[in-house]
């Protein structure tokens, strides 16, 4: 008895717990690229932590159903390829806002919601792989050029995958941190301050960024992280009130995006753990691991300020490294659905490559150009 009143608690700890550390370099990365400075980078994933904490607790608690809310891993790796576009800090957070934007009327306007789910998740995938190959790449790359720093992270990935493949990722991103910690590679080491100084950043809204950055990561969130969410969720047996919570993440997103976030959105792999048998027998209860998953998030949050400042201090190349071993599972499950009809798979690979390409087309991004062009192929081919 004593054993089934703790599961809840052990899931919800080890779910919010495996899901931050995995990506937490990555969404560093993202804001990075968008031109953040090392205060500006704390602040926003402070928010974002305290934003998808308590909504987590708020929404499990209030609908007695596991609801884990968190940022986009996916969206945050399209940020950190976006870095050729040049933007600054502030037209990138009017982007955001603007994303926001578009899943709270996601919310509040189902047509919208059904527009977007019309989109082939085959297309979808292809753009999301597309976005995410230079991360895999980057593995490769470190390998050759810091082979005692990534090969054995990649091994050690390699064993852990095989037999707990929940932790595979996190373990290895601890240890390839650990590694490079103690190499000459970390320079510059600054704590500038230990608490997140919460600087309400300055939002340009510019029309192009809000193409080329908004319209992108709006169409990731709900390609690899909403609507995958609620299809986990309904096969666990709970049905959710859609509309209800994309206005209330989409709310949250806005009031972070003023302080530099870049989005909250419904759980994916989060959302498995803390809603299936590991998170207690009774499915009615399991509300609590979220729950609790939501306070580990705020517990975070307290010192997003000295874990942001170290990993800004290790190369970018490195950092890219770590974060395509916590991707690769994801650009393997891209891949894969991305070619898996026929009907769509000239479709997709237009996407992908597009995607991987990296281009930049009148101040607009390669993820907009490839869902654009697959979808035009997809269109013609369908005719």
């Not at 593995?139 to 995958?161: A, G, K, Q, R």
Request: overall charge positive; charged content about 10%.
């Amino acid at each position: 008895m004593k054993n089934a009143a703790i599961t809840p608690y052990l899931a919800g700890t080890v779910a919010s717990t495996t899901g931050l550390i995995a990506s937490f370099g990555i969404v560093i990365a993202g804001l990075s690229a968008m031109g953040a400075t090392e205060i500006q980078v704390a602040t926003a994933i402070a928010m974002m932590l305290l934003g998808y904490g308590l909504l987590s607790i708020g929404l499990s608690v209030s609908l007695k159903k596991p609801i884990s809310i968190v940022w986009s891993t996916p969206g945050a790796a399209f940020l950190a390829t976006s870095s050729g576009l040049g933007v600054s800090f502030e037209t990138a957070v009017g982007a955001f806002i603007f994303s926001s934007v578009l899943l709270l009327l996601t919310g509040a306007w189902p047509a919208l919601s059904r527009l977007i789910a019309k989109i082939p998740p085959q297309i979808s995938a292809a753009m999301l792989a597309g976005v995410i190959f230079p991360f895999v790449a980057a593995t490769v790359h470190s390998s050759v050029d810091f082979p005692l720093l990534i090969l054995p992270v990649m091994v050690i990935w390699l064993v852990l995958n095989r037999f707990v493949p929940l932790w595979a990722s996190p373990v290895a991103i601890v240890i390839g941190f650990a590694l490079i910690a103690r190499s000459e590679e970390v320079k510059n080491f600054e704590l500038l301050s230990f608490w997140p100084k919460f600087e309400i950043a300055s939002p340009v809204f510019d029309l192009a960024v809000m193409v080329a950055i908004g319209v992108p990561l709006y169409l990731i969130t709900m390609a690899s992280q909403n609507l995958p969410g609620l299809a986990i969720m309904g096969g666990l047996g709970y049905r959710l009130p859609t509309s209800k919570i994309f206005v209330a993440t989409g709310f949250g997103s806005v009031l972070t995006a003023l302080f530099g976030g870049f989005g909250l959105n419904l759980a994916a792999i989060t959302a498995a753990l803390n809603a299936d048998e590991g998170a207690g027998k009774d499915p009615s209860k399991r509300w609590i691991a979220a729950a609790w998953g939501g306070v580990v998030y705020l517990v975070f949050a307290l010192f997003t300020s000295v874990c942001a400042a170290f990993v800004l201090a290790v190369p970018r190349e490195l950092l890219l490294a770590l974060a395509g071993i916590a991707l690769i599972n994801t650009f393997a499950s891209s891949v894969r659905t991305a070619v898996s009809d026929d009907q769509t798979r000239l479709a997709g690979i237009v996407t992908f490559v597009i995607g991987a390409a990296g281009i930049s087309v009148f101040g607009i991004g390669g993820a907009f150009w490839a869902l654009m062009s697959g979808l035009m192929v997809w269109s013609i081919r369908k005719r």
